[in-house]
């Protein structure tokens, strides 16, 4: 099956999904974001609205203002103009509580990892992330960056419950819970963040393309970051890269 | 001010609306109606605009009231309505008085109803709409199904005529049509003509986010995990069990799992009001044919209210003798 890329594809009648491989790769993800800006910035009419992966940039589009096969030589044309990094990179620094009841796999990794709890929070931490998508759940952040050693496996059969804050791992992807719901990935540890917050006025905190850290904390921190969360504040302020 | 009782709710009643719009990017589900067109024919029989909020319902309705006079309308399918015990028509508005108890059953030949009252179910919205996404508990009545004395606002609305259909609502006969892709070359020729040749049942396993298929098992030649992309309504992805999900209304924004085909917009309604057990089959088109019937289904939907009349003053008296 050689595929060449980018290549753009049908999906239905609405939407168009532009690939730029097949594969995770931070310069592929830094195009799909650029190109997000730019049709953010200088919109076309039948594009109703864009999707950002991994990989990819999903366009959904109103056939009656433009048709496919229209629109398609403009969003080539888009993708030839398209200039990664014209936006500037923001980090967030998030605080994590590592182990406790939220992080419930901290110890069984380890011990798969040959490392220490400390050890193990020390690699996570040390680590600079990188967001390339939000997807699968309002806000949920999937995260590149995850040091080698921690890349481990999903568990064959998901939880029923995991507490939004929780912090994930997901094969070669590191994640942090916008709310709570079943999965599959293992958790180390909980951020006192809320990622999505539908009443306060910016209710997500994260973008496709922000670059993230982790900042151990202890929990006495926690509870003060808790409760302003609670109370909607802004935890964290974004730093330039 | 204008309230609306529910003395008693079915297994799932939902406040839905149009749904969200633009937040997919930030992994927010648009929700909205199972079946749209169903939706907007109920809000234009109570002379409602298309953006206001109604309830949607699988399985019985529920039992209503209210506290002031309003109009309603139930759609989606042949159903069972009585207001205080006498029998009333669906795809057509009623009246509703302080004090009438209006029953409500369940789809006869269809899965999804659509109840709407004159001035629309005024919950407040969030992220931008009143539908509720009940996965992540967002919208409608703190994000979740209605039940027996739960309350909901209507909004204000003038009185007015009585309407019904000039000439009746038909939904498409015949398979349901998909586009190939985005992730067709996944799937060998073989398995495309067990999807194409080969009847499909529909499973009782569906809710408002997917509807899962029995039939033949589709594998991927290409391998059933792929970098998560962009999913739209009618998607139809394909896991390691071979069997086909297509992501309804409330689908998550991204998925893994490889796409065979999308479902044509114009069928996906369809789909979602094809009882649990009936078989069905899939057509490949072109995705500009599949634009050229969505444009149609726009504009029969446009006629079909633009023909929407004030119910002769006799027909509430022939259904009376009727009784």
Redesign the interface.
Known sequence: ?P?TYPRI???????L?I?LS???DEDVNARVIAL?ADLAERPIDAV???????????V?YD??LR???ALRLELEARLRAAVPGSRAARRFVVPVVYGGEAGLDLAELGDMKGLSADELVAIHAAGEYRVY????????A?LGGLPEILHTPRLATPRQRIEAGAIGIGGKQASIN??S?PSGWRFIGRTPLRL?D?SRSE??LL??GDHVRFRPIEPAEAAALDAASVAGKTVVEPEPV | MTILLISQAGPMVTVQDRGRKGLLHAGVSGSGPMDGPSMDLANALVGNGPDDAVLEFAGPGGVFEVTEPVRFAVTGGAVDIRIDGAAAFPWESHHLLPGQRLAIGAMRDAVWGYLAFSGGIGTPPVLGARATHLRSGLGGLDGRRLGANDRLLLGEAPAGPLLAFRRFWQRARGPIRVVPGPQDDYFDQATWRAFLDEPFIVSPSRDRMAQILDGPRLPAVGGHDIVSDGTVAGSIQVPASGRPIVLMAERQSTGGYPKIATVASVDLPRLAQTPSGRAIRFAAISQEEAEDLLIAGRRTLREAVAGIVEKPASADLSKEARR
Do not use: K
């Open positions: 099956m595929v594809v049908a999906c239905g009648d609405s939407a999904s690939e097949d594969e995770i997000a109703v609205e864009t999707v950002p992966t991994y990989r990819s940039l999903l959904l056939p009656s048709r496919a096969q998508m939000i997807g699968f759940a309002p806000g949920f999937y916008s709310v719901g999505f539908p209710p997500f973008s496709a």
